[in-house]
């Protein structure tokens, strides 16, 4: 409820809602694409246009909407938003080629674009009513959030996939966006603009040096993440002959110890520390990527994973509340936007490079070529970690 100093818990569950879409999309999909590539007869390189057009789409719409959230307030353009999210839902799961569906990840992108800045100005605007900051810890039960939809997506786009059929993955975005959209007709303030609030589109004032680190930092993050998201997945199918169901369950680890580390390193304010580890837990797992070939057994499939959910809990976690506190408050909206976009660029440069190492097929061999560039992305991840001074003080 409502207090005169207390955080609005009742915002929570439409906050948490519209910025889990994207992520939902984003792990759902991966068990999805080695049979959308059967049944259209497409291999990888052109399925993971699948993963680029909605990233493009994300990256490029992020901050704008962030930006016309922190104008004219969460609710005018969460609610549109969301509504485009269930549209595309029927869009995908209609779709006759993947042409048809690469459209509607597009408008999958342009639809969840709303959720996360929303959250982030929302967030902003109750600490400055209540004077607490990041009030009642409600940054990490965001978090926390995001990496427990994650663990629902692989898992949850194996069963769709194994009992309905692929296009269940596209259709399972109706259900989800009404909710979120009633959620947020019920609870979100209904903002309006101060006289002489208007702000140009991109202003870049608000940028600081830090805050581009941090942005960079996050690409390099994603770039990697991503890249087991997707590119583990799609070789578990087809360099390693699992099903759709089976994929996602090996997944399944990596976002449960996401969670734990995120639900236990939550309060902690060494954000620093908590990216060197990150970093250091990426070079570990893209090094075990080598050791992959087509009869690996499951306890090594498990042990990749398993490294590779540190850094998934602690990078959301950090990167999020730096930008939290290195951006101008006014501009949450657009900054939060544009953490967003960062890490869609490190989406799109996995997607890019999977289509490039795998060609027609997920095979070994792509998969220790994707190994390589991993590896080098995350010595440079650490060592921006290592050398940036900025974040000591940033408590």
């Known amino acids: 409820m409502t207090t005169a100093t207390g955080f609005d818990r009742r915002l929570i569950t439409p906050l948490v809602a519209g910025a889990v879409l994207n992520p939902i999309n984003t792990t759902i999909l991966s068990v999805a694409l080695v049979p959308i590539g059967a049944s259209f007869g497409e291999p990888p390189s052109a399925t993971a246009w699948l993963i680029t057009s909605l990233y493009v789409a994300t990256a490029i719409g992020q901050p704008v909407a962030g930006r016309l959230i922190d104008t004219y307030g969460p609710r005018r353009l969460f609610l549109p938003a ?17 042409v048809v569906l690469v459209v509607a990840r597009v408008l999958l992108g342009l639809g969840t674009c709303a959720g996360y800045p929303a959250a982030m100005r929302l967030l902003r605007d109750e600490a400055d009513r209540t004077g607490e900051d990041s009030p009642g810890g409600i940054l990490t039960i965001l978090a926390i959030a995001t990496q427990t939809v994650s663990v629902i997506g692989p898992p949850l786009g ?22 979120a959209f009633a959620l947020g007709w019920r609870y979100f303030p209904r903002a309006r603009p101060e006289a002489g609030e208007r702000k140009p589109l991109f202003d870049l004032g608000g940028l600081n040096t830090p805050l581009l680190i941090t942005y960079g930092r996050a690409l390099l993050a994603y770039l990697v993440s991503y890249s087991f998201v997707y590119g583990f ?14 994929a996602g369950l090996v997944m ?138 900025s974040l000591k003080g940033v408590t």
């Not at 194994?162 to 259900?175: E, H, I, K, M």
């Not at 997945?233 to 759709?244: D, I, S």
């Open 233 to 246: 997945t799609q070789w578990l199918e087809a360099g390693r002959g699992l099903t759709a169901g089976q």
């Open 82 to 98: 969301t509504a485009l999210v269930g549209i595309a839902g029927v869009l995908g799961a209609l779709a006759p080629n993947l």
């Open 252 to 389: 399944l680890p990596m976002f449960g110890v996401g969670i734990v580390v995120s639900a236990i390193t939550g309060r902690s304010q060494a954000l620093r520390g908590k990216l060197i580890v990150a970093s250091a837990a990426q070079i570990v797992a893209c090094v075990l990527l080598f050791l992959m070939h087509p009869a690996s057994p499951l306890w090594i499939l498990f042990a990749v994973v398993v490294v590779t959910g540190v850094p998934q809990g602690l990078n959301s976690l950090a990167l999020q509340n730096a930008v939290y506190r290195q951006a101008d408050p006014a501009a949450v909206g657009a900054s939060a936007g544009l953490l967003r976009t960062f890490g869609y660029l490190g989406a799109i440069v996995s997607s890019t490079v999977q289509g490039l190492v795998f060609g027609d097929t997920a095979d070994t061999d792509g998969l220790h070529e994707l190994a390589v560039f991993l590896v080098v992305a995350s010595v440079v991840f650490l060592l921006v970690n290592v050398f940036d001074r």
């Open 158 to 179: 194996g069963l769709l996939v194994d009992f309905g059929g692929w296009r269940t993955t596209l259709a399972v975005n109706v259900p989800l966006a009404l909710v």
